[in-house]
């Protein structure tokens, strides 16, 4: 017998949710006293609460008996089986595997070929794509034994390798699934659906069956769809199909279009577009209002849009009637990424000033969907996220991840404080112990790379100087509660190369428990972590894992930290409370079907909406084409449904950054066709873009009506607080930039060093005063043979007082052996000229004035033949010459010459100077360059004298400031009070392209 078909549509800009519950609850549909007969299959769960919400609306929230919702694309075996009772075909379906022990027993497969190794993780991430693509094969309805449909000759060798591969995978892993007597759960999916389809076929329930929302673009879907479009009491709902459109078009509709997913659907069902009728409670005009005529000319098939140029002439009506699609539909271009998140945020929370309407976020680009969220919460306004967000960056993961990285970063002091700033972390002291110790810890851990593990810090803390001893103490005892918890799990796990991914795991989530108790039985370790919503996610995740560890491969910890990660990736948490209900954002699946008052679609950028096609590891495009697998302009069919569905809502903003990053962006291909249809109108762009209150309402928020620029600081402290000593180099910075001895000898601000201070210039230099220093004292008469050689061992030796970070060393290292032969060639030349060696870092001091004494450090004195002295200077990079010396600007060697001349250095006679010698070593192509100045060197030296004391007078008189970098083109190379004096700020205000140094 043969019913008639009831295939409806409900087109796009309808309330489709709304219309579909109100005519169900007409009564004209079904007895309203039999409504929960009434089945009504959608595309997502979130599509069946919406359709829930939808009903208890339509009815003000009063008590009624619901139909039932089931989702299509999350079939319940259980519910199945009510529908197929007496049916035996139900029985033979296994059951589906767990995602995780799939992914697990694929990355066995891939690490058992001979060719590779990439490590466990790299097979689990592997496994990852493999399955992805596996599930594309299931929901295509194909067989991976239809593989022979590729020909391997016509691809390149490496993906005839990975064919080779997946044709092993396609006999050996039905094999396994069969020995572990399950299937996959796509497989299983379309396996129900089908059975299901054929149960219907046969045997159509006696109550109504409504398919509503599907676009089945899955096959097993469509075929479920066509046999309850011919069940009597069936009846398929399409979304936004649209009738209207031109024969010419429709018949050239490409894959990328956005009608030809529904126009397949029909051709599968055998259903003509003109069988298909408008939802009964529908009005004949919402086929075709203005926006859908409007989306419908943007989106003409490619070979149709020669009738673009007949747009502005085909009659008063239709002309107008397009203009007035452009009613609430506005366009923003912002100019940059976090300008659009906080335009959005101001749309969002404008419309919570009604308490009766609702606004949603519609955006692929999950980075902008986090951007909003961020910028909703300066309003208090948390938003449902329909994506959730990773279990990997929620505190409990960063807290999992960040302890296994902490051991295989062998407990290095960066890795372990990022570990201890954690939250969550207790390590069984109370809170406030333990936050005295992070500080101590803090304080005590700065400087150059320890050895590695917890007794590198503990020695390096006990040899730092730098710090009093109750912190020391405080540190080091800080520290030993820290090891005790970890010491355990490292005296199982330091001694093997691989281990078992089971005993790992559990092992390391005792860690994880210890590492956050507290010192109370309150506080205990497995109540922090495992609490909550975030942690009970957690903990069923975790509990799973454990359930299938066995399968995976034994693993270095490396792997291991890697594999976990993988692992991690794929779970998402979702608040279950404290959501704003009137805003949400959603994904484009997410999107379907949900009405909202204000409907914003962000990210319409070329790569965001429609994506980018993500890389395939097992199959490249054309194999994918001769496979048989949805190509990337299905995908972009779809989304493009999706937009339209979108666009054609009442209400409607689109968004897009005119910048991505610090990169121009390209416009969504659908907004690029919409400004060809505008242009076509004869009309502007204008008549899209949205008005200027909503962006300047968002350019408000930050902005001051007064601006007031920083100044460049001009501090002028009393006379009692200004230095009364300085160093010569300290002179130098008082020249140079006099902010930095007003922040460091008045304000006594010392910069911290870095957690694990990198070998840089400033170290290095050090490094090479003092291997040239101990070489020179231990040969200060004559040079041995190998005097290059013996001068690299003692660098060599001396190094790890530095920093005993070998790999830092080992990249400098062979620039130094090029500087131990330049400064032992230097040195015969130096000495054949009869110099010999006086003294090495002397220091000294002199009193200028009576208020005011010169101190200073000279790095090598030597004597001359004539009698008088030589100032050497050992300088490992920087700008120096003679015109400079001579002019002042480096008064750092005749200010020491000038502590010589007054007997100012200890144990040295007063003695004047004759040559003063800048060394500058820097072990490049050019290992070392020499500056000197031999002649005027007691004028240079009487002139400095003078314009010391000229120095001092000035800054000894209280108006006199201490400005940052008067002249900014003699920057000093290094500084640490740079954003102190907010240099970039005022500097901004200057016309000029000024360089502040190294440290900028």
């Excluded at 810090?457 to 730092?464: K, L, N």
């Excluded at 004391?949 to 108006?959: G, P, T, Y």
Aim: charged content about 25%; glycine content about 6%.
């Amino acid at each position: 017998m043969v019913y008639e078909r009831d295939i409806y549509n409900i087109p796009a800009g309808a309330p489709f949710l709304d219309g579909l519950a109100r005519y169900i609850l007409s009564g004209d549909f079904y007895d309203l006293e039999r409504l929960s007969e009434v089945r009504i299959l959608l595309p997502t769960r979130r599509a069946c609460r919406a359709l829930q919400h939808a009903f208890l609306n339509s009815q003000d929230n009063r008590a009624m008996i619901l139909p039932r919702f089931d989702p299509l694309g999350d079939v319940d075996e259980e519910e199945l089986s009510l529908s197929l009772a007496g049916y035996d075909r139900e029985l033979s379906v296994p059951p589906a595997i767990s995602p995780l022990k799939r992914q697990m027993l694929l990355s066995r497969l891939i690490l058992a070929r001979g060719d590779f190794d990439q490590g466990v993780d790299r097979a689990l991430a592997l496994a990852s794509a493999l399955s992805s693509f596996m599930d594309e094969v299931y929901t295509e309805n194909l067989s991976m034994a239809d593989l022979s449909k590729i020909v391997p000759h016509e691809f390149s060798d490496h993906w005839q390798v990975t064919l080779e591969f997946l044709e092993v995978i396609s006999d050996v892993w039905p094999k396994i699934l069969a020995e572990e007597g399950v299937i996959d759960a796509i497989d299983r999916r379309n396996r129900l659906l089908l059975s299901l389809a054929e149960f219907w076929d046969k045997h159509p329930p006696n109550a109504p069956v409504i398919a509503a929302g599907v676009n089945g673009s899955i096959p097993a879907t469509a075929e479920l769809l066509k046999v309850i479009s011919n069940m009597p009491q069936g009846c398929v709902v399409l979304p936004g199909l649209d009738q209207d459109i031109d024969d010419e078009s429709w018949n050239v509709l490409e894959e990328t279009h956005p009608q030809y997913v529904l126009k397949s659907l029909l051709q599968h069902m055998h259903v003509k577009r003109s069988q298909v009728r408008l939802w009964p409670n529908l009005d004949e005009s919402a086929a075709s209002t203005p926006r859908v005529q409007l989306m419908r000319e943007v989106m003409r098939p490619a070979k149709t849009t020669k009738r673009w140029i007949k747009l502005s002439d085909e009659g008063a009506a239709i002309y107008d009637k397009t203009l007035s699609a452009f009613d609430d539909l506005q366009l923003y271009e912002c100019d940059n990424e976090w300008e659009e998140a906080q335009l959005i945020s101001v749309l969002l929370r404008e419309t919570l000033e009604d308490e009766k309407r609702t606004a949603c976020l519609i955006t692929p680009d999950r980075g902008l969907a986090g951007r909003v969220e961020a910028a909703c919460r300066r309003w208090g306004i948390e938003v449902d996220d329909s994506a959730g967000s990773s279990l990997v960056r929620s505190r409990l993961g960063l807290l999992v991840l960040q302890s296994i990285n902490a051991v295989n970063e062998r407990i290095s002091p960066s890795s372990l404080m990022i570990l201890l700033q954690h939250p969550f972390m207790r390590c069984s002291l109370s809170r406030a112990e333990y936050l005295r110790g992070v500080s101590a810890f803090d304080m005590s851990v700065r400087g150059g790379k320890p050895a590695a593990g917890f007794s590198g810090i503990r020695a390096h803390i006990e040899s730092v100087e730098h710090i009093a001893d109750d912190i020391r103490e405080e540190a080091l005892g800080f520290l030993s509660a820290v090891e005790g918890v970890f010491a355990s799990f490292l005296n199982n796990f330091i001694h093997q190369s691989r281990y078992s991914f089971i005993n790992v795991l559990q092992a390391h989530l005792k860690l994880c428990e210890a590492l956050v108790r507290g010192d109370i039985e309150e506080e205990d370790g497995s109540k922090i972590l495992w609490g909550g919503v975030e942690g009970q996610s957690a903990s069923a995740f975790f509990s799973e894992l454990l359930r299938h560890a066995s399968q995976v491969e034994e693993l270095s910890l490396d792997e291991y930290e890697g594999a976990l990660n993988v692992f991690m990736s794929s779970v998402t948490l979702r608040s279950s409370f404290g959501m704003n209900p009137r805003v949400q954002i959603l994904g484009q699946i997410e999107s379907r079907m949900v009405d909202a008052d204000l409907v914003i679609l962000g990210g319409l950028n070329e790569g965001v909406w429609p994506a980018d096609p993500a890389a395939d590891p097992w199959m490249s495009r054309p194999m994918r084409k001769d496979f048989g697998l949805a190509g990337v302009e299905s995908a972009i069919g779809i989304a493009a449904h999706d937009f339209v569905q979108g666009v054609c809502a009442q209400n409607v903003v689109l968004t897009r950054s005119m910048r991505q990053g610090s990169s121009p962006s390209v416009p969504s291909r659908w907004l690029q066709r919409m400004e060809a249809v505008i242009e076509a109108l004869g009309q502007k762009k204008s008549v899209l873009l949205g008005g200027e209150q909503a962006l300047n309402w968002v350019r408000s928020l930050d902005h001051s009506d007064e601006f007031n620029p920083v100044l460049r600081p001009e501090p002028r402290p009393a006379l009692s607080a200004r230095p009364k000593r300085l160093s010569v180099t300290q002179v130098e910075t008082l020249l140079r930039d006099p902010y930095s001895i007003y922040a460091r000898s008045v304000l006594k601000l010392k910069a911290l060093d870095n957690i694990e201070e990198s070998v840089d210039a400033a170290v290095r230099g050090n490094f090479v005063h003092d291997a040239a220093e101990i070489f020179s004292k231990r040969y200060p008469d004559s040079l041995p043979d190998n005097a290059a050689q013996i001068l690299y061992d003692i660098g060599h030796e001396i190094a790890p007082q530095y920093a005993k970070d070998e790999a830092q060393w080992g990249l400098w290292m062979p620039r130094f052996e090029r500087l131990c032969h330049w400064f032992i060639a230097r040195e015969k030349l130096w000495r054949g000229q009869g110099a010999r060696s006086l003294a090495h870092e002397v220091k000294g001091e002199v009193q200028i004035s009576p208020d005011f004494v010169l101190s200073g450090r000279a790095d090598r004195i030597d004597r001359l033949a004539d009698g008088s002295a030589a100032l050497i200077d050992y300088k490992s990079g920087g700008s120096f010459s003679i015109s400079a010396l001579k002019k002042g600007e480096l008064p750092q060697l005749p200010l020491e010459a000038l502590m010589l001349s007054k007997g100012g250095f200890k144990g040295l006679k007063a003695s004047e100077s004759s040559v003063l010698s800048y060394w500058v070593m820097s072990g490049g192509r050019e290992p070392g360059k020499l500056f000197e100045l031999s002649k005027g060197v007691e004028e240079l030296v009487e002139q400095i004298e003078t314009n010391l004391s000229e120095l001092i007078e000035r800054f000894e008189d209280v108006q006199t400031p201490y400005l940052s970098l008067p002249r900014t083109e003699q920057a000093p190379r290094f500084n640490d009070y740079l954003h102190l004096a907010r240099v970039q700020e005022w500097a901004a205000l200057d016309d000029g392209d000024d360089n502040f140094g190294e440290a900028v």
